[in-house]
């Protein structure tokens, strides 16, 4: 099954909005990733966070970890039309084990 | 740096027939991974190779092989395809491998339809 899941599925704002997206996992993980995708096209890196970090930012973005509640959210500020896309998060897991991603939030960014 | 290429582009197969994908990954990385995407089952990780070792395989059938080369670029076969297997391919390059991940590169993917 998906370590991953993000919510909401799909979520549509207005430029110049807030987007939040929240992604739950479900073991001890050693970090955590966030991605964009546009549509049908590979996947581009947006931020890693450690297990041992609580919050990290990136420009517009910021993205939190909480590992008691085995959750992370992705904060978008001041959206833009160009971020509409599909988000995803990552997780790999302790051990040797490959990165393994959630469904996605699509997000729509009206001008 | 040139990114991560993928070729071809796109594919059309039909049913029972088999298909070799093909990744360069950045130059001087050597970690590649491959995933498989649909929209029922997002994206799954298929295999991950790291001088020309296979580190690590998800669950799928054995219809599914890859193998890398000296040069780091990796080819993905599937075998006797079946309509299940229309999905975008996505390949991801890293430096390094699994236990040390950090970002991934990803190509552009490739689009196979099967008939």
């Known amino acids: 099954s998906q370590q991953g899941e993000e919510d909401p599925q799909a979520l549509s704002i207005q430029e110049g909005e807030n987007a939040t997206m929240n992604c739950s996992y479900k073991t001890s993980i050693n970090n955590l990733q966030w991605y964009r995708q546009n549509s049908g096209r590979g996947l581009v890196h947006l931020i890693l966070i450690r297990s041992n970090e609580r919050e990290k930012h990136s420009g517009r973005l910021r993205v939190t970890l909480d590992t008691s509640k085995k959750s992370s959210s992705l904060l978008i500020t001041a959206s833009r039309a160009a971020d509409t896309a599909s988000y995803f998060c990552a997780t790999d897991a302790e051990g040797n084990t490959p990165l393994v991603f959630g469904k996605g939030t699509r997000l729509s960014v009206i001008a | 740096k040139a990114g991560v290429t993928q070729t071809p582009r796109y594919l059309i197969k039909t049913r029972g027939q088999q298909v070799t994908l093909s990744c360069s990954p950045i130059?001087?990385?050597?970690?590649v991974s491959w995933y498989q995407q649909t929209p029922g089952q997002g994206l799954q990780f298929l295999f991950e190779y790291f001088s020309e070792t296979q580190r690590n395989k998800g669950n799928f059938p054995g219809r599914f092989s890859g193998r890398q080369f000296s040069n780091s670029r990796s080819e993905m076969n599937v075998s006797t395809l079946e309509l299940g297997d229309s999905a975008l391919y996505l390949c991801?390059?890293?430096?390094?491998?699994?236990?040390?991940?950090?970002?991934?590169?990803f190509g552009p993917g490739t689009r196979l339809t099967v008939l």
């Open positions: 130059s001087g990385h050597r970690s």
């Open positions: 991801a390059s890293s430096p390094l491998p699994g236990v040390l991940y950090n970002e991934q590169f």
